[in-house]
């Protein structure tokens, strides 16, 4: 069956996450190289042009043929799309004064376009962008703008061409399922034709097609994903064809190792590893956070090598199983013009290789978060499972930061910067950059998120905004100390984890959460040398976030717990949604 809307990929973040948004308005939808010819394209009933990390006026940029859009087709253009469009029918892009990251609101110009039919005003929107539209083409109107960007919205209705400069496809944007249904059916007419049912056994099936009479090798983390994904295996291929390994790379959180031991108790399938010196020997003195996810990926493959060695694998007869999802995928740079924002640990060039070999089967690489959990429902999983908040693969040593040089935290007209940088995505680009850190407590009422977003988009060099929640000495009297990762360090990132999951669990804030990441960063005074952030979000699909507030009474609980902790000289709060940070630090 062929698909009723081609999603051209200019290299977003969200791109795929396009896809699936109108697949779930029951329409069906394919991803297609933005240069695709038209020839490859006259079957579908309608376009659109997603977002992407480049310029339209920079040499080399994503291009499409100008004959698609001369070709009578809909069109709908989101964010670099709508530049695209513009620049190529004869408007003009240019850098905007200052770049949009986070939320913004939607104020509409015009009351009757068939697009934005039934959203109302000052909607919110999600916004990821520098340039922007500063002249549309000939023929298009405006139909909204924001504080900061005047052509939020586009259209020529005659052509039935239109562009957006927020993101409709992600969840934060609160009438963008609307404005896409708007243009699937009232625009270019679609009917439905795509439904999820029958997923788990369509994956099924493609487990057995990919795999052969091959038996699959999976590292299991405890995890949803891994945890889902070896189980369709198991189902798909039956208990003699599937084995896994859990590797402790003392890198993982307290109780971790016991609860995968009862999660899989019952299997028989699942050995244990201990590699801890191995991993955090392999680290000793790295303080880069993509050399950190490589050696750790790497490391990953080294054990696969030696434990198929040892129980007597090498027959050609095994592949590897991951659980990788398509997030992971994406913020790797894993589509051709998408920017790397980090590489995840299952995607470092030795499981490239393997995945060139044909020796790699993922089941949910095409999935998000939110659907892994469907999926793992309708396998019958433990909620207690299912429900778990997402931990990276490469486990703390991407939570405990680390820093050449001792630095000092230096004052500045919007707060403190402090010296230690953070991975951030602006515009579906992968920035490294210091954090910016407030001396205000982030009470409820205060509202503290949206000052943040402010704070970054008009801050030039920040992509992160932290407030102070409990401190030993004043901000400005803190350093940034030089420091690698030890097992002294990780051991007290993992006490303070510990404190927070169980105030958390205790408390029911775990539950109003999606993830809660704990991490630690070099910054201190005297002989306390490292703080605490905390980072408690709330997301759908990972692809997005925003930072969530905590009740007054547990954040006050929760620092003094902390600050018991006589290493610790600092906690602070994370105010940033995602974009402009990233959920993890790095």
């Known amino acids: 069956m062929a698909a009723q809307i081609a999603v051209l990929d200019t290299g977003g973040q969200y791109c795929h996450l396009i896809a699936r948004k109108i697949r779930e308005l029951g329409v069906s939808s394919e991803v297609f190289a933005s240069e695709t010819p038209l020839e490859q394209l006259r079957h ?15 040499e080399g940029s994503p291009t499409m043929e100008s004959a698609v859009l001369a070709a009578g087709i809909p069109v709908l253009g989101i964010c670099y799309g709508q530049q695209l469009i513009t620049h190529l029918l004869g408007g003009t892009v240019k ?27 000052h909607q919110q929107v ?12 000939p023929g298009f109107s405006v139909l909204a703008s924001t504080s900061t960007c005047e052509t939020a919205a586009i259209e020529n209705r005659a052509l039935k061409m239109y562009g957006v400069q927020f993101h409709p496809e992600v969840v934060h944007s609160t009438e963008g399922m609307r ?23 369509l994956v099924k099936q493609q487990i057995r097609d990919r795999v052969g ?3 699959v090798f999976f590292f299991v983390s405890g995890g949803v994903d891994s945890t889902v994904a070896f189980m369709l295996c198991l189902e798909a291929l039956g208990g003699d064809h599937v084995r896994g390994v859990y590797v402790d790379t003392g890198l993982m959180r307290e109780g971790e190792t016991e609860f995968v031991r009862q999660t899989f108790a019952g299997l028989g399938l699942v050995r244990i590893e201990d590699a801890a010196e191995e991993f955090l020997g392999a680290l000793e003195g790295i303080r880069e956070p993509e050399l950190k996810r490589h050696i750790i990926g790497e490391q990953f493959v080294k054990i696969q090598e030696r434990i198929i060695d040892e129980i007597g694998l090498l027959n050609g007869k095994w592949i590897l199983g991951q659980g990788t999802i398509y997030p992971d995928t994406i913020e790797s740079g894993g589509t051709a013009k998408a920017a790397t924002i980090k590489t995840h640990h299952n995607r470092v060039p030795g499981i490239q290789k393997l995945m060139e070999a044909g020796l790699i089967v993922e089941p949910l690489a095409d999935f998000y978060k939110d659907e892994v959990r469907t999926i793992g429902r309708e396998l019958c999983l433990a909620p207690q499972l299912l429900d778990r908040h997402p931990f990276p693969g490469p486990g703390l040593a991407i939570r405990c930061l680390c ?14 910067l402090v010296p230690v940088r953070s991975v951030g995505v602006q515009g579906d680009f992968r920035t490294y950059a210091p954090v910016l850190a407030i001396d205000a407590f982030p009470t409820v009422a205060s509202r503290l998120q949206d000052q943040a977003t402010e704070l970054v988009n008009r801050t030039s060099g920040v ?14 009297h803190l350093r940034v100390f030089a420091s690698t990762i030890t097992h002294g360090r990780v051991d007290l990132l993992r006490e303070a984890d510990a404190v ?3 105030m958390s669990a205790e408390s029911g804030f775990d539950k109003d959460v999606w993830q809660f990441p704990v991490i630690l960063i070099p910054v201190g005074a005297g002989e306390a040398r490292d703080s605490v952030v905390l980072r408690p979000i709330q997301s759908v699909d990972g692809m997005t976030a925003d930072s969530v507030s905590m009740p007054d009474e547990l954040l006050h609980a929760m620092a003094e717990r902390l600050m018991a902790i006589p290493e610790i000289a600092a906690v602070f709060y994370d105010l940033t949604h995602k974009p402009p940070g990233t959920i993890e630090w790095e």
Request: with cysteine.
């Open 179 to 201: 404005i896409l249904s708007n243009f699937l059916f009232d625009i270019v007419g679609c009917e439905k034709d795509w439904s999820p049912g029958e997923r788990v056994e």
């Open 95 to 121: 850098p905007g004064t200052k770049g949009e990251y986070g939320l913004a609101l939607l104020d509409l110009a015009v009351a009757d376009s068939p697009l934005l039919a039934g959203v109302t005003d």
């Open 44 to 58: 579908v009933r309608g376009i659109v042009i997603s977002g992407g990390p480049s310029s339209v006026y920079d």
């Open 463 to 476: 992509n992160r905004v932290i407030a102070r929640v409990a401190a030993r000495e004043p901000l400005e």
């Open 126 to 137: 999600w916004m990821s962008h520098k340039d922007k539209v500063a002249v549309p083409p």
């Open 403 to 416: 820093a050449d040089e001792d630095l000092h935290v230096q004052r500045v007209p919007d707060g403190y």
């Open 500 to 502: 927070v999951r169980q």
């Open 213 to 215: 009479d091959r038996k």
